[in-house]
């Protein structure tokens, strides 16, 4: 049984920081795409960041210079480090694992920014 499980969210200011974390089980990490997704409440669900088992990494232009997106295979987990945050990244993190066979996603983190 694949599990992802993200932790880290919270309230913060604008321009705080935070540091999300995914700790992933039941599945290939290493085999994995690993990414993270947002949605804010009447919005659709948006793309954050992604890290390939190359390692390269991938973020819109909202996150880019901002947020850093990292992985550590023997721990299975994937890290989102957020910095300088808006309101506007106000929403619910989702952690994801992606390969061309399957497409897993965990339960969510809120995450507010207070202005």
């Known amino acids: 049984q694949v599990q992802l499980v993200e932790s880290g969210g919270g309230l913060v200011q604008a321009g705080g920081s935070l540091r999300l974390s995914c700790a992933a089980s039941?599945?290939?990490?290493?085999?994995?795409?690993m990414g993270w997704f947002r949605q804010a409440p009447g919005k659709e669900r948006e793309f954050v960041a992604t890290?390939?088992?190359?390692?390269?990494?991938y973020y819109p232009d909202s996150a880019k210079g901002r947020f850093t997106i990292s992985r550590d295979n023997a721990e299975n987990t994937v890290h989102l480090q957020m910095n300088s945050l808006k309101p506007e990244d106000t929403a619910v993190y989702y952690c994801?694992?992606?390969?061309?066979?399957?497409?897993?996603w965990g339960q969510g983190t809120q995450v507010t920014v207070s202005s």
């Open positions: 890290i390939r088992w190359t390692r390269s990494t």
């Open positions: 994801n694992a992606k390969n061309p066979w399957y497409d897993y």
């Open positions: 039941g599945l290939t990490f290493s085999r994995y795409a």
